[in-house]
């Protein structure tokens, strides 16, 4: 059984409630965890390219209407960022523990490059270089080290839902 | 993956990828601002009640480690400990939010020309590249694009989205924030922004202006952003090179910007807007 986009919808409305309302207040070092970021990732590499995309937009747009920014920037690009996490289910490496830290960091290198790039493009006057080395990588580190255990609490979600044929 | 799955995956993620888009379009049309409204409406409590949970959380934090050394102490008293932390948790809230709102009230009286309205934040800006918070107060309240927000510290930022019962504010530490204001002793006039690691930086100084660390650096009001004398931060250190046309300044807010939980909204102040006069007759 696939998950119905229903459901999804009050989850991802949920995590990105707690990620404006409650992560904010536990930063490391100038690392904040984005933690949307970090399931859209789980999930692409569990499920693929299409959930993946799907999970990417519904949670873009649901950071995006808590955000200052530009309506649709966050969709935009949590939607590829997903895409591009979901081409992880195809490398070898896939099956390695450490694969979904290190796909996190990747991702979340990525997304934070492609949302400073969108932004520059509408506009925003955006220092890079800080916001790649104090901002940005700091994040995609701690994103790293927390995506072991988000990525553990969708697979449980993953195993649950799985179609009845699909499961050993 | 067979070639037609990927091409049906890459058609999907096209399809996803061009909704994204006319979301975007739709928005700088400002087409979306009735579903913004009915979200934010329906967030607003809910961030709110995550916000009030998460400063309990904070607190009972350290209230467990208070117990720990309790226990250790004394078993018999641990229900009475339990029930004492408890409350004294309760009642530092109670003394803190005291002390915001005594703050807050002398602020007012120091300054009887102003309109405020007090406001809680209820959340942050969800990506961790923009400087925007959430207020508790919309448009119901009397809240408006372009007013300025305060602590009796000084400036925080100004309004720049509003819905029913909630609002938008760019904080000045945002990159693409920027406020006129001059040096106090001096009187030299610049522009301060936001800045990713600095904090703030007042640029284009006048060579021929002196400034030194220590200084205080106040909105100038130029431009009608902002009222006049509003405490911005202190000058930390100066850049002044013969090669350039203007100086820097270093600034510290005044305002500790990781710690914000009331604000004020200045109601009485409405931003002049240029354009509009410009274009007016």
Known sequence: MLIKTYAVIPLLASVALVQSSLLFRFSLWGARLHLMLLVVVSWSLLRGAREGIVWGFLGGLALDFLSGLPLGVCTLTLTITAYMASLGQLTVYRTSPLFPAGLALASSIFHDGLLMLLLSLAGYALAWADLLLRVALPSALLGALMMPLVYRVLLRLHLRTLPEDLKL | MTRMQRGGTLLFLLLFVSLAVVTLVLDRANRLQPAKDLVAQVTAPIQGVLAAATRRVTDLREFFIDV???????????????????????????????????????????????????????????SNLAGYLIIDRGREEGVAVGMPILTDRGLVGRVTETAPHSSKILLITDPSSSVNALIQESRATGVVQGSV?????????????????????????????????????????????????????????????????????????????????????
């Open chain 2, 197 to 281: 690691v600095q904090g703030l930086v007042m640029r284009y100084i006048q060579q021929t202006e002196e400034v030194k660390p220590g200084d205080l650096v106040l909105t100038s009001g130029l431009g009608g952003n902002f009222p006049t004398r509003l405490i911005v931060g202190q000058v930390t250190s100066v850049v002044k090179k013969d090669v350039e046309l203007f100086q820097q300044a270093q600034i510290r807010p005044s305002v500790d910007f990781g710690r914000l939980e009331m604000v004020m909204v200045l109601t009485s102040f409405h931003p002049i807007d240029s354009e509009a006069e410009q274009q007016a007759p």
């Open chain 2, 68 to 126: 720990e050394e309790c226990r250790a102490k004394n078993e018999d008293l641990q229900l009475l400990v339990d029930q004492l932390i408890i409350e004294n948790v309760r009642l530092r809230e109670a003394e803190i939010e005291n002390v915001n709102l005594r703050a807050q009230l002398n602020f007012k009286q120091a300054n009887p020309s102003f309109k405020l309205l007090s406001a809680q934040v209820i959340g942050r800006d969800p």
